[in-house]
């Protein structure tokens, strides 16, 4: 479920100058240019490892994340301190993600697909 930007506002451990999503809100972000039911009010593109802009990620949307089933189900990590918007989006690209997002600023996680909106 689509939730507002605000709701994602928590800044990244590692980066302050980035948001990592909220409280069960997840910034979602993915590898291609894909057109949401409301576009975002923000604009974030956050380039591949290495800083090529050839296959960005692109800020997608605020989601509310209910919990079961997860909004994205595929591998994921928490690195609390150390958290960025370049380190989430690496560890998709290594394993061929489509998707990635970031919840309470510390969570990192994966999808090929996004399982609900």
Not at 24 to 34: A, K, P, Y
């Given at each position: 479920?689509?939730?507002?930007?605000?709701?994602?506002?928590?800044?990244?451990?590692?980066?302050?100058?980035?948001?990592?999503?909220?409280?069960?809100?997840?910034?979602?972000?993915?590898?291609?240019?894909?057109?949401?039911?409301?576009p975002?009010?923000?604009?974030?593109?956050?380039p591949?490892?290495?800083?090529?802009?050839?296959?960005?990620?692109?800020?997608?949307?605020?989601?509310?994340?209910?919990?079961?089933?997860?909004?994205?189900?595929?591998?994921?990590?928490?690195?609390?301190?150390?958290?960025?918007?370049?380190?989430?989006?690496?560890?998709?690209?290594?394993?061929?993600?489509?998707?990635f997002?970031?919840?309470?600023?510390?969570?990192?996680?994966?999808?090929?697909?996004?399982?609900?909106?």
């Amino acid at each position: 479920m689509l939730s507002s930007n605000a709701s994602c506002s928590m800044l990244c451990g590692g980066n302050k100058g980035e948001t990592c999503g909220g409280g069960n809100r997840l910034s979602v972000f993915n590898s291609t240019v894909v057109t949401m039911p409301t576009p975002p009010s923000i604009k974030q593109i956050v380039p591949e490892a290495g800083g090529a802009t050839n296959g960005s990620w692109h800020y997608a949307a605020c989601i509310l994340d209910q919990g079961s089933p997860r909004a994205l189900s595929g591998p994921s990590y928490t690195d609390g301190s150390a958290m960025t918007l370049e380190s989430c989006a690496a560890f998709a690209q290594q394993l061929g993600q489509q998707y990635f997002a970031i919840e309470y600023a510390s969570q990192c996680e994966h999808h090929v697909v996004l399982l609900s909106i």
